[in-house]
Every structure is written in C-alpha cells, then in structure tokens.
C-alpha cells in the first residue's frame, strides 16, 4: 500500500498514515498481507512512517531508493535501508527496486549479499526491472533465503521460469484472471499455453504504452474494469482523457481480457 499505483509519493505523511491504518483495518481477516511502502526523499519521514506501520500491526514494510540524492554506492543503500528498517524492528522489510523511476540501477545481488546480517528483517525484494541477468541472479543465489517478487507484468512469464517467488504488478488489478490462468499451465509445465497466456499480456501492455500509459491511466482503466470510483491523480499528472479511455477499453474487449 502507498506504492506506486497508490500514488503514495505524492501524499502527505498524514494521508499515508491514514491510509496505511485504513488498509490494515480493511484487510484484516481478509488479506493474507497488508505491506505498507514507507519510502521518502527524507530518511525521517520514512523511519516516521516505519514506526507507525509496525504500530499498526502491519505485515511489514517496504522502501524504494531516494531518488533526488541518490545513493552512489551499495554501500550507501544497504546504510539507508538499514536505517529505515530500524525504525521498525518487529516487522519484515523489503526493498522495492525501481530503477526506471528512482535512477538508482545498483545490482540486486550485490545489496543482498550478506543483507541479513546488516538488516535482520530483510525478507525480499519487489524487483520491477527487465534486467533479468541481475534478477537471474538473485534466483539463482538467494531464492531459499528470500522472497523475489518481480514486478514487470509483461515480462511475469520470463521471471517465473527463472524461478521467481511471486510478483507483484499493476496490471493484475484488472488481468490478474488471465495471470493466475498463465501461472497455473506454467507449473503443469505447458509453456506453449503459458505464451499464448502472456503474449495477451504484452499485446495489451505494448498497445497502451504506444499512446502514453502511466499510473493515471492505469487507474483510469482500473476504475473502468471494477467501476469503483478512484478520483483523478494528484498533478503533475493529469486525468486520463476520455479518448484514451475508450482506447484502453476497447483493447481489452479485443484481447477477450474483458467482456
């Protein structure tokens, strides 16, 4: 909660607190896990919203890289998460690697290397990056000791082959049927099926990226497929237009992703 989707760069420490409360309240007996981010340009702000989290009896807690000072270094990552994670030392906590919005593209593997000694709750990574040499790489050496959830929806078939834990995604807001159906002929091990399953996925997510697709208009197609009401995104972004609404849609029909 408060990640990306969530616009929770763009809130007070007040809203996403109060959102934060609201999620874990709403979720209980019903959500196997409520993760709340806690990432801030200020390290205090996210020790803030770290505390608060754990006192609310959250599943745990996790941080993207500043992204204004950027950390130049392992080193100066593994020390700023670290501190973050201090805050709230009863409670797991996740790195969530997200080069393309943060510019931070320090390899993973290398920040996990003896991570767990440095920060005791470490439990994983959301790895939302088409770097899979690095991702590969962090299957291949700490798959059993962490969680390695990837976050690229058109690129989930890749990443689950090489072994990944889980994902966590945007899109499965509104495709997570057509996912889990990808997932399921992958573990049967039908991977003639498990393309077609994902080249559905690529086919939508290439089209939308081609008119410009950015949280707005996920959320704009989120609220088209649920019909719950989401409110328009806080500037500087703006309102997913109508035409591209009808676009989104439209695909989606095609695709047979939506009835």
Known sequence: MNGTTG????????????????????????????????????????????????????????????????????????EFLKEVASAAP?????????????????NVVELLDGIEKRIPTFQGVKFTSSDLLDFGQCVHKYKDRFALLYG????????????????????????GDLCNKMLTVTERGDFNMAREHQALVQEFIGFVNRFGFGVAENKATMML?????????????????????????????ILGILT
């Open 7 to 78: 616009e929770g760069m763009s809130l007070s420490v007040e809203e996403r607190k109060l959102l934060a409360e609201e999620w874990i309240s709403q979720g209980e007996g019903k959500l196997d896990q409520v993760i709340i981010h806690v990432g801030s340009l200020c390290i205090k702000e996210s020790q803030q919203l770290a505390k608060h989290a754990a006192a609310y009896n959250a599943s745990g807690i996790a941080v993207i890289s500043p992204f204004f000072f950027k950390p130049q270094s392992i080193e100066a990552l593994t």
């Open 90 to 106: 009863s409670i797991p906590f996740y790195y969530y690697h997200l080069p393309e919005f943060t510019g931070v593209s320090l």
């Open 152 to 175: 690229k929806d058109e690129l989930l078939l890749s990443a689950m082959v090489l072994g990944a834990n889980g994902a966590v995604g945007s899109t499965y807001n509104y495709i």
């Open 225 to 253: 497929v649920s019909g719950i009401p989401l409110g328009p995104p806080r500037l500087p972004l703006l309102k997913c237009s109508e035409a591209k609404q009808a676009k989104i849609l439209a695909k989606l029909k």
